[in-house]
């Protein structure tokens, strides 16, 4: 039996890489960085690590593990203080603090649709939402990207308690998410909206939920915080209801042991340093408009941080890629799975701190090949 099952898992393996798209892990090289979701640079900002320090030398209890979940002996006054903070700057009347974005979207997920109602989702939504919807027993549906008549012809025929999943700003694709247009068609259903912020939180201010003025109309909203806050974690933004929803049915959380105070403690560093920098984000705009002057073939979003350039041909986008390498450009291939076949590319993040002279290169060696 062990036998046969290691060559079913070596042969799906051996699959994989026939096709050019096996895993692995690796340590990054060192390199002019257009990868991370370090969008302001605050993963690598010396003047945080060092208020964060202090932080620690002053109760360094906040370094302990947490010894259980939130609902037995891994609550504390630091998680509490965190979420009460973080809600009323969102404008929600409460949050409700994960280890991650992608435990955040499976709970909500799981815990919220029951028999009987229906998920609809943004087809190129993250993976959280689709591994949180399918633990319910909710119907599960995705509409054409960002259409919104496809997602209306969803609406009309759902059934039960209607949820409406998207991002703000895509991942993968660096476009937004049609935020008000999605308000009036969830108001006119009836359905549950929920959105996803974690690429636009920082980059563009507290996200777009909170620029818009739209939380009033979202039934939940999720930060994370592994990406422009340069910290880790996320929350789970709502009402009091929802938050006492969660802490009652979501598995994620009552079954997880809480992270250490020093996560919480950082999340709250990380907003009073995002208040006194908003430099940081104008220096973003700059970045990403000059970019936007070197007229690469990209998708996205002139405004977007994450630049796509589709590129389906494996072996272009694998050339590509090694060149970039050699010349110490830091960029992202993404093969399918993780996006459909057809649609593989170089994903290209940029943030604060990439120079125009680091922009000046990697486009020019772009357009060299392409």
């Known amino acids: 039996m062990m036998n046969s099952l290691s060559e079913r898992l070596s042969d ?35 003047v945080i690590h060092k208020q964060l320090a202090k932080e620690i030398y002053a109760d360094s209890s906040i370094l302990g593990g947490a010894t259980g979940s939130r609902l037995i002996s891994g609550n504390s006054y630091e998680k509490m203080q965190a979420e009460q903070e973080i809600a009323a700057l969102h404008g929600h009347a409460a949050g409700l603090l994960f280890a991650s974005g992608y435990l955040a979207n499976m709970a909500l997920l799981s815990a919220l649709p029951g028999r ?3 998920i609809i989702m943004d087809e190129r939504i993250h993976r959280s939402v689709h591994d949180g919807a399918t633990l ?5 549906w995705k509409f054409r990207h960002n259409d919104l008549n496809s997602l209306e012809d969803k609406l ?24 008000n247009e999605l308000v009036v068609l969830a108001r006119r259903y009836k359905a549950a909206l929920i959105i996803d912020e974690a ?50 049915f979501a598995s994620p959380f009552i079954y997880s042991t809480a992270c250490p105070d020093l996560f919480a403690r950082h999340i709250r560093l990380g ?38 350039v589709i590129i389906p041909q494996h072996k272009v986008l694998i050339h590509l890629q090694q060149q970039l390498q050699k010349k110490g450009l830091q960029t992202y291939a993404v093969h399918s799975p993780a996006v459909e076949e057809g649609q593989e590319r170089l994903r290209i993040c940029l943030h604060q701190y990439n120079t125009e002279e680091e922009i000046d290169l990697l486009t ?4 060299s090949i392409l």
């Not at 319910?136 to 599960?140: D, T």
């Not at 039960?160 to 694709?173: A, H």
């Open 364 to 367: 020019a060696e772009i357009n």
């Open 136 to 140: 319910s027993a909710a119907q599960k």
């Open 156 to 179: 009309r025929r759902a059934g039960g308690q209607i949820y409406v999943v998207v991002e703000s700003l895509y991942s993968m694709d660096g476009d937004f998410a049609p935020l």
């Open 12 to 46: 799906k393996l051996k699959l994989r890489a026939g096709k050019g798209n096996l895993r692995s892990l690796k340590i990054p090289e060192q390199g002019i960085d257009f990868f991370s979701n370090d969008y302001l640079g605050l993963a690598r900002n010396s």
């Open 199 to 248: 690429h636009a939180f920082g980059v563009f201010g507290y996200g777009l939920v909170h620029q818009y003025g739209l939380q009033k109309h979202i039934f939940a909203t999720v930060i994370t915080y592994g990406k422009a806050l340069g910290a880790h974690g996320a929350v789970v933004l709502g009402e009091e209801l929802l938050k006492s929803y969660l802490i009652n």
């Open 271 to 308: 907003y009073t340093f995002l208040r006194e920098h908003s430099e940081l984000s104008d220096q973003l705009r700059r970045r990403i408009a000059y970019f936007g002057q070197r007229k690469i073939p990209s998708v996205s979003d002139p405004k977007s941080p994450i630049q796509a």
């Open 116 to 118: 009987g109602d229906t």
